[in-house]
C-alpha cells in the first residue's frame, strides 16, 4: 500500500528544537523540519548519530515539546504525549523485576484499563510478536531477540495509530533482527495489527531500504531533511536483486553527500569542527581495505560495508575522518584514496606517524591551535580545561569533550603532542622539548597557520 494519498496520521513544518547548554548557551538540534508521515506508509530515517534523530521522534510521540513550527496529529495540535501512538526503544527498557505479561500489560494498567481486558489483549500481543508461552518469564531469562519482542509486544497492546521505533534492532545480531523485521513487516502488510503509519529511525541502510516506502535523510547541526527518496518495490524484498542494490548504492551517495555538507568543499572549518568518532587505528586499518585487492584505492560503499562488517553509522565517522584529512575522496556512493591516502597505506609505521601529523595540522584548525599553544607556553604543556573551554563556545558540554578526546587520540598518533591521563595536561613530546632547548630543528608543525 502506497501512503502518499492516505490522510496525514503525523504533519510537522517548520518543527525547530533548542536546548540549553549548562552554560546557559542555546543549541538547535532541529531546525525547519518539514515532515508528513500518511496513512499506509513506512517511513525511514536515516542520518548520522547527534543529527537529532531521537529528539524529532520524542517530539512525534509527545514526550517533548518542539520550540518552534507545529506538530499535528491526524489534524490536531499536539499538547502531549498522544495516545495513538507507542515508541520502541533501542535498549529494551523492561522492568526486570516484572514478567513478559507484567510488562506488556504497563500501558494498559497507566491507561486503567480494566484487569481481565488488560490480561487478554497483553496475552494476544505476546502471541502475535511470537512470545507464546514466555508470559511468565523475567526478562533475564530471554535471549537479546526475544526482549526486543517483549518491547514491540508492549508497544502493539496499546493498537497504537503509530509506531515510532527508534533503532529497536540495532542492538541485535543480524539474523535475529532480519527474523524480527520480517516478522513485523509480516504483521502490517497483512493487517494484522491496527496500526495505520510506522516511522522507522535506522543507522543501517540495507534495512531502511528493506523495510521503507520511503526514506527520508537526516542532515546535522541541526539536524533537518535533505533528502526524500520513495521505494516503490514490492515487499518483501529480495536485497539481491539489481534494483535493490541500485538504491541502496544512491542512499550511500546521498548519505555521504550530507555527511560532506556539513564542511562542504571549499567551506573553511573551524575550531569547533565535530571531530568524526573514529579512532587513528580503524582509520588506518580502512584506508590498508581499501588500498588492497579487490578494491585497488576505488571501493563501492556498500561493498566495503560487507567487506568491514562494521554498522553504516562506524563508516560514515570512518569516512569523514578520511575525506577532511584528505586521505581519500568521496563520489556517488564510492570511495577514492587520494595519491597521500595511497602512499599513507603504502608506508611503515614511522612514515603513517609523520603523514598523519602533517595532515592534520594542515586539515583540523583545533589540532594547529592546540600545537601552537604548547609550542608558545614555556613548560610546553597545558590543561585540558583549557581547550574544553575553547570548544564550548562551540558545542554542547558533552560534544566538546568527545571532540577534544578524539582531538587527544590523534594527535597522539601523530607525535603531535602527550597527553598525561592522570593529570589531564596536554604537552609536546620529550624529544621535541629537547630540540627546542637546544635549538635544534624545529618540530615539523611549528610553522602551522
Given at each position: 500500500?502506497?501512503?502518499h494519498h492516505g490522510t496525514a496520521?503525523?504533519?510537522?513544518?517548520?518543527?525547530?528544537?533548542?536546548?540549553?547548554?549548562?552554560?546557559?548557551?542555546?543549541?538547535?538540534?532541529?531546525?525547519?523540519?518539514?515532515?508528513?508521515?500518511?496513512?499506509?506508509?513506512?517511513?525511514?530515517?536515516?542520518?548520522?548519530?547527534?543529527?537529532?534523530?531521537?529528539?524529532?521522534?520524542?517530539?512525534?510521540?509527545?514526550?517533548?515539546?518542539?520550540?518552534?513550527?507545529?506538530?499535528?496529529?491526524?489534524?490536531?495540535?499536539?499538547?502531549?504525549?498522544?495516545?495513538?501512538?507507542?515508541?520502541?526503544?533501542?535498549s529494551f527498557a523492561l522492568f526486570?523485576?516484572?514478567?513478559?505479561?507484567?510488562?506488556?500489560?504497563?500501558?494498559?494498567?497507566?491507561?486503567?484499563?480494566?484487569?481481565?481486558?488488560?490480561?487478554?489483549?497483553?496475552?494476544?500481543?505476546?502471541?502475535?510478536?511470537?512470545?507464546?508461552?514466555?508470559?511468565?518469564?523475567?526478562?533475564?531469562?530471554?535471549?537479546?531477540?526475544?526482549?526486543?519482542?517483549?518491547?514491540?509486544?508492549?508497544?502493539?497492546?496499546?493498537?497504537?495509530?503509530?509506531?515510532?521505533?527508534?533503532?529497536?534492532?540495532?542492538?541485535?545480531?543480524?539474523?535475529?533482527?532480519?527474523?524480527?523485521?520480517?516478522?513485523?513487516?509480516?504483521?502490517?502488510?497483512?493487517?494484522?495489527?491496527?496500526?495505520?503509519?510506522?516511522?522507522?529511525?535506522?543507522?543501517?541502510?540495507?534495512?531502511?531500504?528493506?523495510?521503507?516506502?520511503?526514506?527520508?535523510?537526516?542532515?546535522?547541526?541541526?539536524?533537518?531533511?535533505?533528502?526524500?527518496?520513495?521505494?516503490?518495490?514490492?515487499?518483501?524484498?529480495?536485497?539481491?536483486?539489481?534494483?535493490?542494490?541500485?538504491?541502496?548504492?544512491?542512499?550511500?551517495?546521498?548519505?555521504?553527500?550530507?555527511?560532506?555538507?556539513?564542511?562542504?568543499?571549499?567551506?573553511?572549518?573551524?575550531?569547533?569542527?565535530?571531530?568524526?568518532?573514529?579512532?587513528?587505528?580503524?582509520?588506518?586499518?580502512?584506508?590498508?581495505?581499501?588500498?588492497?585487492?579487490?578494491?585497488?584505492?576505488?571501493?563501492?560503499?556498500?561493498?566495503?560495508?560487507?567487506?568491514?562488517?562494521?554498522?553504516?553509522?562506524?563508516?560514515?565517522?570512518?569516512?569523514?575522518?578520511?575525506?577532511?584529512?584528505?586521505?581519500?575522496?568521496?563520489?556517488?556512493?564510492?570511495?577514492?584514496?587520494?595519491?597521500?591516502?595511497?602512499?599513507?597505506?603504502?608506508?611503515?609505521?614511522?612514515?603513517?606517524?609523520?603523514?598523519?601529523?602533517?595532515?592534520?595540522?594542515?586539515?583540523?584548525p583545533l589540532a594547529a591551535h592546540?600545537?601552537?599553544?604548547?609550542?608558545?607556553?614555556?613548560?610546553?604543556?597545558?590543561?585540558?580545561?583549557?581547550?574544553?573551554?575553547?570548544?564550548?563556545?562551540?558545542?554542547?558540554?558533552?560534544?566538546?569533550?568527545?571532540?577534544?578526546?578524539?582531538?587527544?587520540?590523534?594527535?597522539?598518533?601523530?607525535?603531535?603532542?602527550?597527553?598525561?591521563?592522570?593529570?589531564?595536561?596536554?604537552?609536546?613530546?620529550?624529544?621535541?622539548?629537547?630540540?627546542?632547548?637546544?635549538?635544534?630543528?624545529?618540530?615539523?608543525?611549528?610553522?602551522?597557520?
Amino acid at each position: 500500500m502506497n501512503g502518499h494519498h492516505g490522510t496525514a496520521l503525523l504533519d510537522l513544518s517548520g518543527v525547530k528544537k533548542t536546548f540549553r547548554t549548562p552554560d546557559h548557551k542555546e543549541r538547535t538540534v532541529l531546525e525547519g523540519v518539514d515532515f508528513r508521515l500518511a496513512e499506509g506508509e513506512i517511513v525511514a530515517l536515516l542520518g548520522k548519530s547527534g543529527s537529532g534523530k531521537s529528539t524529532l521522534l520524542r517530539i512525534m510521540a509527545g514526550l517533548i515539546r518542539a520550540n518552534g513550527g507545529t506538530v499535528l496529529y491526524r489534524g490536531q495540535p499536539m499538547t502531549g504525549p498522544a495516545r495513538g501512538i507507542s515508541m520502541v526503544f533501542q535498549s529494551f527498557a523492561l522492568f526486570p523485576w516484572l514478567t513478559v505479561q507484567e510488562n506488556v500489560e504497563l500501558g494498559l494498567e497507566a491507561q486503567k484499563v480494566p484487569r481481565a481486558e488488560r490480561e487478554d489483549r497483553a496475552q494476544e500481543a505476546i502471541e502475535l510478536i511470537g512470545l507464546g508461552g514466555f508470559e511468565g518469564a523475567y526478562p533475564k531469562e530471554l535471549s537479546g531477540g526475544m526482549r526486543q519482542r517483549v518491547g514491540f509486544a508492549r508497544a502493539l497492546v496499546m493498537r497504537p495509530d503509530v509506531l515510532l521505533l527508534d533503532e529497536p534492532f540495532s542492538a541485535l545480531d543480524v539474523l535475529t533482527s532480519e527474523t524480527l523485521r520480517g516478522d513485523l513487516l509480516e504483521l502490517w502488510d497483512e493487517r494484522r495489527i491496527p496500526t495505520k503509519g510506522i516511522l522507522l529511525v535506522s543507522h543501517n541502510i540495507e534495512e531502511a531500504v528493506s523495510m521503507a516506502d520511503r526514506i527520508l535523510i537526516f542532515s546535522s547541526d541541526p539536524g533537518r531533511v535533505r533528502a526524500d527518496i520513495p521505494i516503490t518495490l514490492a515487499r518483501p524484498r529480495d536485497t539481491e536483486s539489481a534494483v535493490f542494490r541500485q538504491i541502496v548504492d544512491e542512499v550511500y551517495g546521498l548519505m555521504t553527500a550530507v555527511a560532506r555538507t556539513g564542511t562542504a568543499a571549499g567551506e573553511a572549518i573551524t575550531i569547533g569542527y565535530r571531530l568524526p568518532d573514529a579512532s587513528p587505528g580503524k582509520l588506518a586499518s580502512l584506508l590498508e581495505t581499501v588500498a588492497e585487492p579487490p578494491f585497488n584505492g576505488h571501493a563501492d560503499l556498500p561493498a566495503l560495508a560487507e567487506v568491514t562488517e562494521l554498522p553504516d553509522d562506524a563508516l560514515f565517522h570512518l569516512y569523514e575522518g578520511l575525506r577532511v584529512l584528505g586521505f581519500a575522496r568521496l563520489a556517488a556512493g564510492d570511495i577514492f584514496l587520494t595519491p597521500s591516502g595511497r602512499a599513507f597505506a603504502e608506508a611503515d609505521n614511522d612514515d603513517r606517524k609523520e603523514m598523519f601529523a602533517e595532515h592534520l595540522v594542515r586539515s583540523i584548525p583545533l589540532a594547529a591551535h592546540i600545537r601552537r599553544v604548547l609550542e608558545e607556553r614555556r613548560g610546553h604543556r597545558a590543561p585540558e580545561e583549557r581547550f574544553l573551554q575553547e570548544l564550548q563556545d562551540y558545542l554542547t558540554g558533552d560534544e566538546a569533550e568527545r571532540v577534544l578526546e578524539m582531538m587527544i587520540a590523534w594527535g597522539r598518533y601523530g607525535d603531535l603532542f602527550d597527553y598525561d591521563y592522570n593529570t589531564g595536561l596536554l604537552e609536546l613530546p620529550e624529544d621535541e622539548e629537547e630540540d627546542e632547548e637546544g635549538d635544534g630543528e624545529k618540530p615539523p608543525a611549528a610553522d602551522a597557520g
